[in-house]
């Protein structure tokens, strides 16, 4: 049983324009939500993360949205760069430390220029 | 540049052969983690470590032995794996054990069973 989500494996976007990736989860209980971007031969890197107190939080061109009733969470890119391409990985979180972090499966965005 | 440091980036072993993945962190966390992650699957948590001490095993095979000798340093060691076992191996640290903080990652041992 999955329990973080990413449902479109791929995205594509032009050059200047909005990236939406999506990520959905089944456990309330997941506190803090995070996103990492990965490029081919190295690991991923941390993006951004927000509470499950906060339904938003943003960081120059990154904002992730946090809809707890939903269970669903985005991070939204604008505007999108070429070098955004990049898999984009959501994980979830709870007080049990960020060892039982959950990972989604990912997914791939091109930025075409 | 990554804080997080693996070697060796590729290995090739047969199944008999015993052979040990190395990750080391400059960041001083206290929390240190081994992840797989296989083709088109998502990340797999194996092992933590905080303060040295093992805090979560996965279910992982005893064929994968971690070992954390001080805070900055984890070891993976491999022995008699399988076929099934060829996959990226992660490294990650992070500061402490709270859901907020988060991974830095190595860039990773692609591991290939024969």
């Known amino acids: 049983d999955q329990q973080v989500k990413q449902n479109s494996p791929s995205l594509s976007v032009q050059e200047g324009r909005i990236s939406i990736l999506n990520c959905d989860y089944t456990n309330s209980m997941f506190d803090y939500f995070l996103w990492y971007k990965k490029y081919p031969a190295e690991g991923p890197t941390f993006l951004i993360s927000?509470?499950?107190?906060?339904d938003k939080n943003e960081d120059g061109r990154f904002t992730v949205f946090l809809n707890k009733s939903a269970k669903h969470l985005s991070l939204h890119i604008v505007p999108s760069q070429p070098g955004d391409s990049a898999v984009y990985f959501c994980a979830a979180s709870g007080d049990m430390g960020a060892g039982k972090s959950t990972f989604g499966d990912g997914t791939t965005l091109t930025v075409k220029p | 540049e990554t804080g997080v440091t693996q070697t060796p980036r590729h290995l090739v072993m047969g199944m008999t052969n015993k052979k040990s993945l190395k990750c080391e962190q400059h960041?001083?966390?206290?929390?240190m983690y081994w992840y797989k992650q296989s083709a088109k699957k998502p990340l797999e948590l194996m092992f933590v470590?905080?303060?040295?001490?093992?805090?979560e095993n996965n279910s992982v095979p005893s064929r994968f032995s971690p070992e954390c000798p001080n805070s900055s340093h984890l070891f993976l060691h491999l022995h008699t794996l399988q076929p099934e076992d060829s996959a990226l191996y992660l490294c990650?640290?992070?500061?402490?054990?709270?859901?907020?903080?988060?991974?830095?990652f190595g860039d990773g041992t692609r591991l290939s069973i024969l």
């Open positions: 927000i509470s499950s107190i906060k």
């Open positions: 990650a640290s992070s500061q402490d054990l709270w859901g907020d903080q988060p991974q830095h």
């Open positions: 470590y905080s303060l040295e001490e093992r805090v």
């Open positions: 960041l001083g966390h206290n929390a």
